[in-house]
């Protein structure tokens, strides 16, 4: 399991290719990658901020949650803090598992949690200035069907 909060921005293909390196008993591999948005130009740029340790420690918790649960053999999330423009990669998530449907759930598992439940402040800046956001109801009630 590997969780990793980072200033920079990252490449997903790369990133998919090292998970899937040496994998001899695995039989699927769930990916999912999030891009910031440019939301019509209202967001020049989104901005997150996290506690380096204690939003790492918060998302290994999601993803120990996500191994037991699913059955998975690896789990890895790359999540950038700081300033990102529209286009870049925001979240690289990488499910391992004997079969398809257990890496495809843990991936939206993750992702519903990461998105309502993990220790991020997102401030969007756009043409007015800077709003601080929060996870939709929709987000709220996406996770919600995990519990």
């Given at each position: 399991?590997?969780?990793?909060?980072?200033?920079?921005?990252?490449?997903?293909?790369?990133?998919?290719?090292?998970?899937?390196?040496?994998?001899?008993?695995?039989?699927?591999?769930?990916?999912?990658?999030?891009?910031?948005?440019?939301?019509?130009?209202q967001?020049?740029?989104?901005?997150?901020?996290?506690?380096?340790?204690?939003?790492?420690?918060?998302?290994?918790?999601?993803?120990?949650?996500?191994?037991?649960?699913?059955?998975?053999?690896?789990?890895?999330?790359?999540?950038?803090?700081?300033?990102?423009?529209?286009?870049?990669?925001?979240?690289?998530?990488?499910?391992?598992?004997?079969?398809?449907r257990?890496?495809?759930?843990?991936?939206?598992?993750?992702?519903?949690?990461?998105?309502?439940?993990?220790?991020?402040?997102?401030?969007?800046h756009?043409?007015?200035?800077?709003?601080?956001?929060?996870?939709?109801?929709?987000?709220?009630?996406?996770?919600?069907?995990?519990?």
């Amino acid at each position: 399991m590997k969780i990793v909060l980072t200033d920079r921005p990252f490449e997903p293909g790369a990133l998919v290719t090292a998970f899937c390196a040496d994998r001899a008993e695995t039989g699927a591999v769930a990916t999912f990658v999030g891009l910031a948005r440019a939301e019509q130009g209202q967001a020049a740029a989104l901005e997150l901020e996290a506690y380096p340790g204690f939003t790492e420690a918060a998302i290994g918790e999601i993803a120990a949650q996500a191994v037991a649960r699913f059955h998975l053999q690896d789990v890895q999330v790359v999540h950038r803090v700081g300033r990102i423009a529209p286009g870049e990669a925001i979240v690289f998530v990488a499910t391992a598992a004997g079969h398809r449907r257990e890496a495809f759930e843990a991936c939206d598992f993750l992702m519903d949690y990461l998105k309502s439940r993990a220790p991020f402040w997102k401030k969007e800046h756009g043409p007015d200035g800077a709003r601080w956001i929060e996870p939709t109801d929709r987000d709220r009630t996406d996770a919600q069907r995990w519990d």
